[in-house]
């Protein structure tokens, strides 16, 4: 179990979270729903440590190992797709990790991509590189900030069938304005912020 307890958090002058109390499971996706604005990203940073609370604490996280997507792509513009993937990977198997990333990005939609800029892609490719190095990072719990945003049908159904591939058994937190983004997972648990 994960539990957040009591957290506080303003920004300047707006309380977006006052004493709020959650727990979330391990082991299955934790998808957080809620209109825009209400703290969904913020609880997200709460998590990652990217953010500090007023007050409270999370119990449950020490010494676990994160990955994570955000609304932003987070690429470097100037290093090929390849290299891209590998940042937090570089302590692997270099031929290794090369034939697992072509492997993965032909399961995306992006065959005979790796060796091309990022700086050349289109916004939905780049969404898909950035998922493609958080699912081939080492991490106990994953998390999604909008995932999907920007793909088209087809290509979210290639993409949902490798995350659910990679995040079996993992914990992860999943934030959608879309609920039917649910329909791609066996185990989860819908959080109302």
């Known amino acids: 179990m994960i539990s957040i307890k009591n957290l506080c958090k303003t920004y300047k002058e707006t309380l977006v ?77 270099e031929t290794k990790t090369k034939e697992e990333i072509k492997e993965n990005l032909n399961k995306i939609g992006l065959n005979g991509l790796a060796n091309k800029k990022v700086s050349n892609l289109s916004g939905g490719m780049k969404r898909r590189v950035s998922i493609l190095r958080a699912l081939m990072s080492d991490f106990d719990i994953i998390v999604f900030d909008e995932a999907l945003k920007g793909l088209d049908n087809d290509t979210k159904d290639l993409v949902m069938n490798l995350i659910n591939e990679k995040i079996n058994g993992k914990t992860v937190f999943w934030v959608t304005h879309d609920i039917n983004e649910v329909k791609y997972f066996e185990k989860y648990k819908v959080f109302n912020i």
């Open 17 to 93: 979270f006052n004493e709020y109390n959650v727990d979330f499971s391990k082991g299955i996706v934790n998808v957080l729903t809620g209109k825009s604005g209400c703290g969904k990203t913020t609880l997200l940073k709460i998590l990652l440590k990217l953010e500090d609370m007023d007050s409270g604490q999370v119990v449950g996280i020490d010494n676990l190992k994160f990955s994570a997507v955000f609304q932003e792509d987070r690429l470097c513009d100037n290093l090929t797709v390849s290299m891209n993937v590998r940042l937090p990977i570089l302590n692997k198997d």
